[in-house]
């Protein structure tokens, strides 16, 4: 078994123990040393002295994989013409939550592949992209590093810990062969105090890493940078500068929203028709490939570049859940110009994440609200629902929707089979599918399937059953009802926009995967059930009086601003287009929580 050495900067010993004791790889050669005056020459000296085959580094504030050296090790003798290997690293809250996985945009990059350090350095400074990690994640193989006390000696970085470390990093890098090993097996603690309040900081080591980056450039012959400032994304750039891309685009007043099916239809109606009232020329396509003065998408991933304008909101208040708090690790939003989000909760997700650059449109991200929400008492939905309501001819006082996100495995005849027997009405309402995507989706095929054969079942069959069409406003739907049921559908959340509570059945399947997945429940403000227990919790619910003023609270926390979210956005959209107009919304616009993550964290 090879010899591995790990060296331990500014580590105390209980970490140390703890962290190392854990590991499956057993020949480990410990030593630790400390930051400051003597630290590049303490690790010169080591390395030029050890035995070791490979040496690698263990610093404060980070989680390591049992089998991290063990898998390194193993693919670092796969490719002995490397001299470098790093892993892959996330980030994690300090009390566990991940809240970003490595950059997914690179996925597949560097797999099996070698690369000359010193290229992959200058794109990661001049983009400020961190594609490497830290030294946490670094372990290079001893006779392929000799290193340059000399060039270490030139960095001015003695008083700075992060800066020293990151310098180090890069001295090791240059000039070599390096792999990466596409596997996450160190995680970082993210560093708070982000956003505004810690410019100052980030000021200040900005400017350290521009001038330790010109000395580095300058001792291994580089050519000048191209951009700056260096080492920061460009889409952080805002905290430094506090500026966004405010210019007059010389763009026609034309604005094309891209909904898919009726359900983004709904969500981006209240804003088309603020724009119409503006002298805007708008329509509505579901062809995302389709040329835009300024685009509105609501897709989880739209084409923006088919835009000279672009803003992105959310299609559902679900959206993404499975990778909550960071769903943006996969529906990125820097190609944008303008983000928006519904409330507290998505902002407070959008701000732990938003170190990561790729959350980050051009010209911020704010929290507006929900374009739907501003329908809430609007005098031609209340027409609509007193209309249907009157065709239903509802028998009780209480009625419960079920509203599921996919009809399968006989979902609906568990709830009506539970229900119908209770002095309440039941109302249906299935999700609704164009013709374009059931034959393009054959689980959306299924899925309507699925429904017709329950309707076929229980229509008709049952006085207090109704159905309402699936291409319907599901605002109707919540209006009408007192209590929502259903597997995991944002629904659930759209119902607390009128103060409805609803409850979750834990364990109806979902058949977006293969096997079928439980349904994934999210949300702390939702009741949750198993099947055989529906009855009973629907019963309880409505004895207890249905929430009363507690869900009433949650739709001003869910869906903040409901009576000018649409002006705001508009006012957005003008300010960024134009230079000019109405700058009040401002006060809605988001910075992250934590400090963002560069080439020196």
Not at 147 to 162: A, T
Not at 226 to 237: F, S, T, V, Y
Request: glycine share 6%.
């Amino acid at each position: 078994m090879k010899k591995v050495s790990v060296i331990c900067i500014d580590c105390d010993d209980s970490y140390i123990d703890r962290t190392l004791a854990a590991q499956t790889y057993q020949n480990l050669e410990v030593v630790k040393t400390a930051t400051g005056v003597d630290f590049y020459e303490d690790i010169a000296g080591y390395c030029a002295g050890t035995d070791s085959d490979y040496i690698c580094f263990l610093e404060p504030g980070q989680l390591l994989a049992p089998n991290k050296i063990e898998c390194m090790v193993e693919y670092a003798d796969k490719f002995v013409d490397a001299a470098v290997t790093f892993c892959y690293r996330g980030y994690v809250e300090a009390d566990g939550v991940h809240v970003a996985p490595p950059d997914a945009f690179y996925r597949g990059s560097f797999e099996d592949t070698c690369f000359h350090g010193s290229q992959t350095l200058r794109v990661c400074i001049e983009t400020g992209n961190n594609l490497l990690g830290n030294l946490t994640a670094m372990m290079f193989r001893r006779e392929g590093v000799q290193l340059c006390l000399n060039n270490l000696r030139q960095y001015d970085v003695e008083g700075n810990p992060q800066m020293q470390k990151t310098m180090l990093l890069f001295e090791i890098v240059a000039e070599r062969v390096i792999c990466l090993l596409e596997k996450t097996l160190t995680v970082t603690f993210v560093y708070p105090g982000g956003g505004y309040a810690k410019k100052r900081e980030l000021e200040e080591q900005t400017a350290l890493f521009e001038s330790q980056a010109e000395i580095f450039r300058r001792v291994h012959h580089w050519q000048p940078f191209a951009k700056r400032p260096l080492g920061i994304a460009k889409e952080h750039q805002f905290l430094l500068d506090g500026l966004n891309d405010v210019q007059d685009r010389h763009l026609k007043k034309e604005i094309t929203f891209f909904a898919t099916d009726k359900g983004e239809e709904y969500n981006l109606n209240p804003i088309l028709e603020e724009a119409k009232r503006r002298g805007y020329e708008v329509r509505m396509t579901s062809n995302l490939d389709e040329k835009a003065e300024i685009g509105v998408y609501c897709q989880h991933v739209g084409k923006p570049q088919n835009a000279k304008f672009s803003v992105i909101l959310l299609h559902d208040m679900a959206q993404g859940h499975l990778r909550w708090p960071n769903m943006w690790s996969v529906e990125r939003w820097n190609a944008y110009d303008i983000g928006i989000l519904p409330g507290v909760r998505w902002k407070e997700r959008w701000e732990r994440c938003a170190f990561q650059y790729y959350l980050n449109p051009r010209c911020g991200a704010y929290m507006f609200g929900y374009p739907k929400s501003s329908r809430i008492f609007a005098k031609d939905l209340q027409e609509r629902v007193e209309e249907l309501k009157k065709s239903l001819n509802l028998k009780y006082d209480i009625t419960v929707l079920y509203a599921p996100s996919w009809e399968n495995d006989e979902k609906e005849d568990d709830f009506v089979r539970a229900l119908a027997s209770l002095p309440v009405n039941l109302l249906v309402k299935q999700a609704w599918y164009s013709e374009e995507s059931l034959k393009m989706e054959k689980l959306f095929y299924d899925t309507v399937q699925d429904m017709k054969k329950m309707r076929e079942l229980h229509e008709g069959k049952y006085d207090n059953l109704h159905y309402i069409e699936p291409e319907e406003n599901i605002m109707v739907a919540l209006k009408i009802c007192d209590l929502v049921v259903s597997d995991e559908s944002s629904v659930m959340i759209e119902g607390m926009m009128f103060g409805k509570p609803s409850i979750a059945v834990e364990d109806w399947l979902v058949p977006d995967t293969i096997p079928k997945r439980f349904a994934s429940i999210p949300y702390d403000d939702v009741y949750k059930c198993k099947k055989a227990n529906l009855r009973e919790s629907v019963e309880k619910l409505i004895a207890s009086g249905l929430g009363g003023e507690k869900f009433a609270k949650k739709s001003e926390e869910f869906f903040v601003n409901k009576e000018h979210v649409n002006r705001d956005i508009l006012d957005a959209i003008e300010y960024f287009t134009t230079g000019e107009g109405n700058t009040e919304f401002m006060k809605w616009k988001m910075s992250p929580l934590y400090m963002p993550a560069n080439l020196w964290s």
